[in-house]
């Protein structure tokens, strides 16, 4: 009772930090400042962030608190439904008059919007025409209510220019992922944007195997040590001077390197991320910026986004969450089983104990093996399949290569006698 008692305990507490970072993020960067918005005005126009940087999609909230529908034109069939203002020295410049003029085969779609509703904007076609310089802009949109024109501008948002670490994190890892990623797709037949995530996910996840190894094993290896790291916790308790320099001794006389974990996994943190923005975003036009000249002229609108039933550009839904928290949640036991059956052959370790370090090691086994899998699976809910997919595939290939791993550490060790 206790055990399952410390276990809730636990649990709750890792879930109310996470939900705690969520209503954080959300407060300082979701809430948007509607100070300079007509008083008068029931249709409200907000960028979904105050600043982005050059390259990223420039996207708006447009909520419509009319007690009727409206109606938004495509400025490529309206001209003049929309404006695109860049503000300089308390002025207003109109950068988009010829924009739109002619679209040469880009569109901004049109919608309705229902009352009480609201819907995400965004021109993905003329993203890099229009937002290409650093500055503050604003959209001035045309609304048709019945007979009536309603012209609402929105909240300005700040465009900046890309950091140097950003611009090598591009150039590094984005432009590579994304045109590998364009290629794949383009090449496979029916141009399947799943099967193109799946190829490019295990590439990646080759191109990482050595270092993810050394990783695993080094987990492993200080999984190993714990029952002998709660043996000296019991000698040297009382004494940390010693307690940290035969934590040391033991360390070195066993070859285990304690950041040894660590390291291969900042190596390979940033290929992570750069695979799942690149996912996450998609084959959009907005991002052509990223192409190498030979791929310059891919027709990115022959994607096909249908995966097994899925829509690749829409949240996943909830059988695909459960199914990615299932195999991250094998992964994660499948990093601890080993240990724990060698505990069970050992009988002559001593007895774990809660407050020494093992014991305190099998609490945060025990909470990141429910939790991890729980909010990758909240995670998967909240963006495009195609993360979805892209997880899967990854969490699949380092349950094999887990399992290698254990393999490898659980056959016995054979000892050489000299003749």
């Known amino acids: ?34 100070s300079h918005l007509p008083s008068e005005s029931q249709v409200i126009i907000t960028p979904i962030k105050k600043s982005m940087v050059i390259g990223n999609l420039i996207a708006f909230k447009v909520e419509n608190k009319l007690d009727e529908k409206i109606t938004f034109p495509s400025p490529c069939e309206n001209p003049g439904s929309l404006k695109v203002l860049r503000l300089a020295n308390d002025n207003q410049f109109n950068i988009s008059e010829n924009a739109f003029e002619n679209c040469n ?43 009536n024109i309603e012209t609402v501008l929105s909240l300005p948002i700040e465009i900046k220019s890309p950091g140097v670490f950003r611009q090598l994190f591009r150039a590094i890892i984005s432009k590579p992922l994304f045109n590998i ?7 496979l037949p029916g141009h399947p944007f799943g099967w193109a995530i799946i190829i490019l996910t295990i590439l990646v996840r080759i191109a990482l195997f050595v270092p993810n190894q050394k990783s695993m094993r080094s987990q492993r290896e200080m999984q190993k040590l714990q029952p002998k790291l709660e043996e000296l916790k019991q000698q040297y308790g009382k004494n940390q ?6 934590t040391m001794e033991l360390y070195k006389t066993h070859k285990i390197n304690p950041m040894g974990s660590c390291l291969p996994i900042m190596f390979q943190m940033p290929f992570l991320l750069g695979i799942y923005y690149i996912v996450r975003d998609g084959l959009s036009p907005h991002l052509n910026y990223l192409l190498y000249s030979f791929q310059q002229g891919v027709d990115l609108s022959v994607v096909n986004s249908a995966f097994f039933g899925l829509n690749l550009d829409y949240n996943g839904p909830i059988v695909l969450a459960v199914l990615v928290g299932l195999m991250q949640w094998i992964a994660i036991k499948l990093s601890f089983i080993s240990a724990k059956k060698r505990a069970n052959k050992n009988s002559d370790k001593p007895v774990v104990k809660k407050d020494g370090p093992a014991g305190q090691m ?46 490898q550490l659980d056959q016995p060790q054979v000892v050489r006698k000299e003749s």
Do not use: C, H
């Not at 229902?114 to 650093?134: A, H, V």
């Open 241 to 246: 001077q010693m307690m940290a320099m035969k």
């Open 181 to 187: 990623l364009v290629f794949l797709t383009n090449k």
């Open 362 to 407: 099998q609490q945060m086994n025990k909470v990141m093996l429910w939790m991890m899998p729980i909010m990758i699976a909240m995670f998967v809910t909240s963006f495009p399949a195609g993360v979805g997919i892209y997880w899967l595939t990854s969490t699949i290939f380092g349950i094999f290569q887990q399992r290698l791993v254990n393999w």
């Open 105 to 147: 085969g880009k569109s901004v779609s049109s919608f309705e919007l229902e009352p009480g509703s609201k819907i995400t904007f965004g021109m993905k076609d003329f993203n890099l025409d229009l937002f290409s310089e650093p500055g503050k802009y604003q959209l001035e949109m045309n609304f048709e209510q019945e007979e």
């Open 1 to 34: 009772m206790n055990k399952f008692k410390d276990f809730i305990k636990s649990f709750l507490i890792w879930f109310a930090i996470f939900y705690l970072v969520i209503l954080g993020i959300e407060k300082f960067f979701g809430k948007k400042d509607q």
